[in-house]
T-cell receptor, first 117, second 115 residues
Framework: EAGVAQSPRYKIIEKRQSVAFWCNPI?????LYWYQQILGQGPKLLIQ????????DSQLPKDRFSAERLKGVDSTLKIQPAKLEDSAVYLC???????????????FGPGTRLTVL | GESVGLHLPTLSVQEGDNSIINCAYS??????FIWYKQESGKGPQFIID?????DKRQGQRVTVLLNKTVKHLSLQIAATQPGDSAVYFC??????????????FGTGTRLTIIP
């Protein structure tokens, strides 16, 4: 089974520039997550989609970050304009929608390492 | 507010020995507690989870213990191998409506296996 795909793997930009990350979840996974992982810290949820609808974007800095999942499959996360503190690894994860019981595992992609200079 | 923290940022263990990684949490409303392993350049990988109404769960070479009285979670890895070297995160999961789940991660412990 193919895992979560992300691109690019690395990106270096200057502050105030824009950047976009792409994620392709595991086939059939309805739920998609974007996380920000700052060096030395655990991942922090930015936004969660179920199909093409937003479930939780309470921790997304909406003045500069945006995300979409137009057809309920692939997703893009954009930062415009970038700040120095946005330097981090951006992780995408996907999971099945939970059924009648049990927890569904989130599968993570390899992440995109963003460096803002 | 919610928080999940770890007691030690680094841990070194001799190959073949057992390792124990600890985690403290503060949110008693979590539904599950999960351990993830993250190797360099990769995303977190699920190791094992435990439902909040359980005390112990065993997997292959791993055991998770949950002490709700003191809000403490631990991951025991038996007979450690070089491939166990990684950063380990504990996370709490809250199950919300319609199958939506929210993970809150701790800071992580770096485990180094000494050959």
């Amino acid at each position: 089974e193919a895992g979560v795909a992300q691109s690019p793997r690395y990106k270096i930009i200057e502050k105030r520039q824009s950047v976009a990350f792409w994620c392709n979840p595991i086939s059939g996974h309805a739920t998609l997550y974007w996380y920000q992982q700052i060096l030395g810290q655990g991942p922090k949820l930015l936004i969660q989609f179920q199909n093409n609808g937003v479930v939780d974007d309470s921790q997304l800095p909406k003045d500069r970050f945006s995300a979409e999942r137009l057809k309920g499959v692939d997703s893009t996360l954009k930062i415009q304009p970038a700040k120095l503190e946005d330097s981090a690894v951006y992780l995408c994860a996907s999971s099945l929608v939970r059924g009648s019981g049990g927890a569904h595992e989130q599968f993570f992609g390899p992440g995109t390492r963003l460096t803002v200079l | 507010g919610e928080s999940v923290g770890l007691h030690l940022p680094t841990l070194s263990v001799q190959e073949g020995d057992n390792s124990i990684i600890n985690c403290a949490y503060s949110n008693s409303a979590s539904d599950y507690f999960i351990w993830y392993k993250q190797e360099s350049g990769k995303g977190p990988q699920f190791i094992i989870d435990i439902r909040s109404n359980m005390d112990k769960r065993q997997g292959q070479r791993v055991t998770v213990l949950l002490n709700k009285t003191v809000k403490h979670l631990s991951l025991q890895i038996a007979a450690t191998q070089p491939g166990d070297s990684a950063v380990y995160f504990c996370a709490e999961k809250k199950v919300r409506d319609f199958g939506n789940e929210k993970l809150t991660f701790g800071t992580g412990t770096r485990l180094t296996i000494i050959p």
